[in-house]
């Protein structure tokens, strides 16, 4: 039994896959074609029942049904088969309410004393609109249909075919029927720039909060000073490389980095001086190293420098390039003032099951024994 139930279920979902296919993007577009199609049903019934109760003839009904018919049915051909991809607009939203109003416009002439029917159908066909086409295309449409029913009423008021049935409607009436169309059109057209400025303003307040927790994202990782990652970013990079460097078996070098009497240039050229300082050294060391290698503040003149999957002998030979380039280069202070600088550099290599922290503690002694030596130097710790 539940063997049954399963196949016919999944009997009933193919089905409905090669009806609407599994494209989320072609289902809404065929389900709101599906809810037109509904509507023009509906309508469809209506004028029947009309014709039915003998306000009208049949046989002028009969062929607005085959005209709404195809319609529908060409609508749903062009998107179920993908062709109305290479349009603008996939959903054919314009064409359908273009169509529709046509439609509705030849149901007023072929109405007769029913023909207030018209108007209502009229409100719903344009609230189509108001979230699928732009304001420009509303306006077009509203003026497109007042044509038409402005060329309806002509019809009816003046121009009397076999197939049309007689009726006494009052030019008055007709008149009324016309303003009604024209307040349904206008007020469409006018909900539809609204919505659709409302819709502007969402998206531009969502690119801005975008903006805004980007902006945040980055204050919350990089030194607002040098651009550089900060301490906080610095420390998860080092715990997502040192479980990558655990898994793969992989080098990992770590070094510290410290400006060699950077006290004495604040104490010397004020602390906007020391600005411009680190800033320079930032820059300097950035261009001196690989992509793969990230560079961090640590805190005030100390940066970390982490090195994956790269040999002891590697990571020193750029950092010595490293020191030698910042040693060869001068720093221009504000006022013309050349400042030269050296960096002090403790480099340790990550060991089998050891802890970040202790790799960094390594870093930090052989750096401070860079200093002891004599600083300007890269010591390797053992």
């Avoid at 980055?218 to 715990?239: F, K, Q, S, V």
């Avoid at 805190?299 to 030979?317: C, I, K, Q, Y």
């Amino acid at each position: 039994m539940n063997q049954e139930v399963t196949g016919r279920r999944g009997l009933a979902q193919r089905t409905l896959d090669a009806l609407i296919t599994t494209d989320p993007h072609q289902r809404i577009r065929l389900a709101m074609a599906g809810l037109s199609a509904l509507l023009m049903l509906g309508c469809i019934g209506a004028m029947h029942l009309v014709a039915a109760a003998g306000l009208t003839d049949p046989v002028p009904v009969y062929w607005w049904t085959l005209a709404c018919g195809a319609g529908i049915t060409t609508v749903f051909v062009l998107i179920r088969s993908g062709a109305s991809r290479r349009f603008a607009d996939p959903s054919l939203t314009l064409f359908q309410i273009v169509y529709a109003i046509a439609c509705n416009a030849a149901a007023y002439v072929i109405a007769g004393p029913a023909r207030g029917i018209a108007p209502p159908i009229l409100a719903v066909i344009m609230m189509f609109g108001v979230f699928g086409l732009t304001p420009r295309q509303m306006v077009g449409v509203a003026l497109y249909g007042l044509v038409a029913f402005g060329a309806a009423g002509a019809v009816v008021q003046w121009w009397h075919p076999a197939w049309l049935s007689p009726d006494s409607q009052p030019p008055a009436l007709s008149a009324a029927y016309l303003v009604m169309i024209a307040v349904v059109l206008a007020s469409s057209t006018f909900l539809t720039t609204r919505v659709h400025s409302a819709r502007a303003r969402l998206r531009s307040q969502k690119r801005e909060l975008a903006a805004a927790v980007e902006q945040i994202r980055e204050l919350a990782i990089r030194d607002e000073l040098t651009g550089l990652p900060n301490r906080r970013c610095m420390l998860e990079m080092m715990r997502l490389e040192h479980a990558r460097a655990q898994r793969s078996r992989q080098p990992l070098l770590l070094a510290q980095l410290d400006l060699d009497h950077f006290k004495v240039v604040n104490d010397t050229h004020g602390h906007a001086a020391g600005d411009v300082a680190l800033q320079s050294f930032a820059q300097t060391v950035h261009g001196c190293v690989r992509a793969s290698d990230l560079l961090a503040r640590w805190g005030g003149e100390e940066f970390l420098l982490l090195m994956a999957n790269t040999h002891p002998a590697d990571g020193t030979r750029l950092l010595e390039r490293v020191r030698a380039t910042v040693a060869a280069t001068p720093v221009a202070l504000p006022g013309g003032t050349q400042l030269s600088l050296t960096v002090s550099v403790g480099l340790a290599e990550l060991a089998p099951g050891e802890s970040t922290a202790a790799l960094l503690q390594r870093a930090d002694a052989a750096l401070y024994g860079a200093k002891r030596l004599g600083r300007n130097r890269v010591l390797l710790a053992h």
